[in-house]
């Protein structure tokens, strides 16, 4: 492609300006590495597991338990925010009548742009305590995967959404002609043409949940233990970055630098993989 | 058959449980919040550890960061989503790093974002604990979303205006001046809207950035909280600050429901002229 | 090429053009020119990517005339008309061999100046592509890019241009109006008007009437026929009896080998009345395509 020659000035100038925003992401990983070099030259990686407990001023590194909460957070919330988000596509896309749909589908676009500090915030004042009068202290794990079920919920229902919007409308058509019932219809042609992005939604909805703070910093009750039951306060991964932060220096600091990799690391692979369910799609 | 009916009955079900927490949520906030917000809220400083008072430094804070967000924000992302969508091949290697890469920083959580901007701006560049350093945070959180909608927007507009300029020997760069962009303008603006959404509701990429100190900012390098940063501080660290926090709570999520309401109608009105 | 060969109509010629599939009379139309080739065109292939569109086309394009390109769809007509204003460079994967000689400048040279080639070459799309501008903005702003600044100025191409394509009077009183408020065929002569402001010398069409209806088809028809011996027009057309009405020159394309190829090339009216080429013969009088 041969450009004239204002056009390849201004391409040059573009180029510049882009070079930045391709940086950022190798700078943010740069940084992380860069920062978490001090504990990591002498505290092995397998440390961060096999260690007593999470003691950083006494050298113990242990995120087991931090671990442990964001996963079990992670999958709770997915458990119930996965077949709640795709129930409220499908019904917004085939069960509700038009004007219904519409208002529905508006109201989880307003659930999409509240604040996670809201969430947090909410589950703290009202949904926590109602915990705690089942099961005393209330803040948990359980009111942890609730919260977070609540905020990834309509990035699950709006991707699905997408993902169903895309299936030809000759598919459907065809299967009405065949007399299907609608769930036929939607269990049998419609969830399977759409099952990739639907895979892609939640994977994404899987990497919010993960690299959530705000909301499960408030309502999880920040205690470092492995949780032995719903109702267990928890600290996850996200939260110990946010909490210990403030006043943490040296290896302490470094150690925080490592979990915040660590999140790095778990949401790479989850975008990579959905990528490839993205690419699959798009061959279908 | 009954399958059916089963499937028809869980759908609507699952629907009713939304709504209903949704519902929940919103009378919840706006039962506690409602009776402290009035003018003088709006404008005044916070007193007593925000207990009472206002939170009018909040909101300058506030809007501060958001402008050096959208300041830095704005060129960086039109300059790679025109470089993407005009001067680059679909498929090339170039595009698709530049993708990549913006695909992973979509997904960065928010809490790296601030150890990042911590470690880069705060201490490397010497900016301190600022509204600078927040702003100059968000920035990186938000251009992935400004650079898609941008992209998509300039996408959109068909190819045939492009062959015609080309044919009457305008240059790419007149074409997009005169032409391309104005066309595109719904979508960026609808994009920055987005992006804006996306950073007034960001807390933990600031705590770490811009700070906590409640007071009137004299400069961009001062430290100054934001409006979210405010909700947490007041429900976490300060007792019976929970009236101030629901009042703050309810500004917040109107502001962000007014910015993504015309944000929506953007792409809406957009997608209509598409056609 | 059979270009100066006169052929005598013998009684069995006046039988082929009175049975044979009627296009209408023949117009001769005024003697276009001393057949000076203006473009030389020499084994210009073209591939997209792996697949290729255009096999060893050699012809000329001879000044003030009216060349038409006549063949079926996906002879690769557009492409080679791509080729003669180079954009085929917007094209990603395009790739380009052969000689093209404009004037006495290689057309292909990488060095050359495109946005000037575009001034001296200008090009009608098939569908009408007026700006999202005002009809004013939509002449101005290629005449703006390429130096022409002065109101006056301006004001001066503007009616002369839209005098020459028909369209002053009917839209002198609103010159601020939105391009795209007007019909299919005023969209399609303000498109000519835009090209003709450049004062290019050869315009390429590349089907400008088949996206108009019937009566549009005729005025921009007229209009085509009035450039001739000012501007130099290639032509690609479906519309064989269009062709035969309002070309000196016909070229035709076919499919070969599945790339695009050029049959005979030659004067209209022996195109249309002797073709050398059995094939020719066959697509002109309705048999083939």
């Excluded at chain 2, 400004?146 to 007149?174: F, M, N, Q």
């Excluded at chain 2, 700070?211 to 979210?228: F, N």
């Excluded at chain 3, 180079?86 to 990603?92: E, G, H, N, S, V």
Aim: proline share 5%; aromatic share 6%; net charge positive.
């Amino acid at each position: 492609m041969s450009l004239p020659r204002a056009d390849r000035r201004l391409a040059a100038l573009l180029r510049i300006c882009a070079l930045p925003v391709a940086a950022i992401v190798l700078l943010i990983l740069l940084f992380l590495a860069r920062e978490s070099q001090p504990v990591l030259q002498h505290v092995a990686l397998s440390r961060f597991i096999s260690d007593a407990s999470w003691h950083p001023l006494q050298g113990l590194y242990r995120l087991t338990p931090m671990l442990a909460a964001t996963l079990y957070a992670t999958l709770g919330a997915l458990l119930l925010a996965a077949p709640l988000g795709i129930a409220s596509a499908l019904f917004s896309r085939y069960y509700a009548p038009p004007l219904l749909a519409a208002g529905y589908r508006r109201m989880i676009e307003l659930l999409a742009g509240i604040p996670s500090v809201v969430y947090g915030f909410w589950g703290l004042t009202t949904l926590a305590p109602l915990i705690g009068r089942l099961h005393p202290p209330g803040v948990s794990l359980l009111s942890g995967m609730l919260v977070l079920a609540l905020m990834i919920l309509p990035t699950v229902a709006l991707t699905v959404d997408a993902a169903l919007a895309a299936v030809p409308v000759a598919y459907i058509r065809s299967a009405a002609a065949l007399g299907l019932s609608r769930w036929g219809l939607i269990g049998g042609v419609a969830l399977p043409a759409a099952r990739s992005g639907i895979a892609a939604g939640i994977l994404l909805a899987t990497g919010r949940a993960i690299g959530e703070t705000m909301a499960v910093l408030m309502v999880t009750g920040n205690v470092v233990q492995l949780p032995q039951s719903l109702f267990d306060p928890v600290r996850t991964l996200t939260a110990n970055i946010a909490l210990e932060m403030a006043y943490a220096t040296g290896d302490h600091r470094a150690a925080l630098f490592v979990s915040g990799l660590a999140l790095m690391m778990m949401v790479l692979v989850l975008v990579t993989t959905a990528e490839l369910f993205n690419k699959e799609r798009r061959h279908v | 058959m009954f399958k059916n009916h089963l499937a028809t009955g869980l759908t609507w079900l699952a629907a009713a449980l939304v709504s209903g927490m949704f519902a929940w949520l919103l009378v919840d906030l706006l039962m506690h919040g409602l009776a402290k917000l009035s003018w003088a809220f709006f404008i005044e400083s916070p007193e007593n550890s925000g207990r009472s008072g206002g939170i009018g430094p909040i909101i300058t804070s506030t809007a501060l960061i958001l402008l050096i967000t959208v300041a830095t924000a704005l060129p960086l992302s039109l300059a790679t989503a025109v470089l993407l969508s005009e001067f680059t091949r679909r498929d090339g290697v170039f595009a698709l790093l530049i993708r990549r890469s913006l695909d992973v920083l979509a997904g960065v959580p928010s809490i790296v974002f601030g150890l990042f901007g911590n470690a880069f701006f705060c201490i490397d560049l010497g900016l301190g604990f600022s509204i600078l350093s927040g702003g100059l945070t968000l920035a990186c959180m938000i251009l992935p979303i400004l650079i898609r909608t941008t992209e998509e927007g300039l996408k959109a507009v068909p190819d045939d205006y492009r062959l015609a300029a080309a044919a009457l020997g305008l240059s790419r760069g007149a074409a997009l001046a005169h032409l391309l962009l104005p066309v595109a303008v719904p979508a960026l603006l609808a994009g920055l809207l987005l992006g804006i959404g996306r950073a007034g509701a960001e807390t933990a990429a600031l705590i770490f950035t811009s700070g906590y100190v409640a007071r009137m900012p004299d400069s961009l390098l001062d430290s100054g909280r934001a409006l979210s940063v405010h909700i947490y501080d007041l429900s976490m660290n300060v007792a019976g600050g929970d009236a101030a926090a629901y009042a703050s709570a309810l500004i917040l999520i109107m502001l962000l429901l007014i910015i993504n309401t015309i944000a929506a109608g953007l792409m809406k009105h957009w997608n209509l002229a598409k056609v | 090429m059979r270009l100066f060969k006169k052929t005598a109509d013998t009684p069995a010629d006046k039988l082929k053009t009175q049975t044979a599939y009627t296009l209408g009379p023949l117009q001769s139309g005024p003697p276009c020119c001393v057949p000076e080739p203006l473009i030389r065109v020499e084994k210009l292939s073209l591939h997209y990517g792996a697949k290729p569109a255009l096999n060893e086309v050699s012809l000329d394009i001879y000044k003030g005339c009216i060349t038409a390109l006549i063949g079926p769809s996906g002879c690769g007509k557009t492409s080679f008309l791509s080729v003669l204003n180079r954009l085929t460079d917007m094209i990603p994967g395009c790739r380009v061999s052969g000689r093209v000689v404009y004037g006495n400048q290689d057309l292909r040279h990488p060095a050359l100046d495109v946005q000037a080639l575009r001034r001296d070459i200008g090009m009608i799309f098939q569908k009408p592509t007026p700006f999202p501008l005002s009809i004013r903005r939509n002449i101005e702003l290629p005449l703006r890019e390429h130096g022409i600044n002065k109101a006056a100025d301006l004001n001066d191409v503007l009616q002369r241009v839209l005098q020459e394509v028909g369209l002053w009077d009917e839209v002198k009183d609103r010159l601020e109006a939105p391009a795209q408020a007007l019909s299919g065929g005023q969209q399609q002569r303000l498109c000519i008007a835009r090209a003709l402001a450049l004062q290019p010398k050869v315009l390429l069409m590349d089907e400008p009437c088949s996206a108009l209806d019937p009566i549009s088809s005729g005025v921009v028809e007229d209009l085509i026929q009035r450039l001739r011996g000012q501007y130099t027009v290639v032509i690609v057309t479906h519309n064989l009896a269009q062709a035969r009405r309002i070309a000196n020159y016909a070229g035709f394309f076919w499919v070969r080998e599945r790339a695009g190829c050029l049959v005979e090339f030659g004067q209209c009216k022996q195109i249309f009345d002797d073709p050398a080429h059995e094939l020719t013969a066959a697509y002109v009088h309705g048999r083939r395509g």
